[in-house]
């Protein structure tokens, strides 16, 4: 029992890549440190944080921040110098300024056009634009007739 609830501990708990020699003193700076790296995206692993990666540059990452709070800089500017060096694409949400900006309209933008398409297209099933159907012609009728009879 007890070695199944290691088993289930283990896939619960996040796997961290932070080494006990990066760890700062300060418990109130490591806070601060893993809050920001948490924000933070790994450049080689893409899909991981700063935290969770054992990319060297993710090493590197987790401890140019560590350098910039004991610096005394505050998180904003310890992420405007992590994204000044490496670009935005670090970070885990981009900001919505500029570019990105244009992203972050057009997924609601699309998703208020599709509706309205979409309730323009039922409204008009249902107001009975549909054509109405016209009886066969004499021709036609015995020509289905004689089809029907084999």
Known sequence: MKTLLLLLM??????LAVQPDEVLPDPALESRARDISRLL????????TIDESNAPISRDLRLYVRERLVAGDSNAQV?????????????????????NLILYIAGPLMAVIALILGWRFIASRRSGTETAEKPLSPEEQARLDEIMRG
Do not use: K, M, N
């Not at 992420?79 to 970070?91: K, N, P, Q, W």
């Open 10 to 15: 283990l896939f619960v708990t996040p796997a």
């Open 41 to 48: 995206r790994c450049p080689v692993c893409q899909g991981e």
């Open 79 to 99: 992420l405007d110098a992590v994204t000044d060096r490496f670009g935005e694409f670090v970070l885990f949400q981009p900001r919505a300024t500029g570019g």
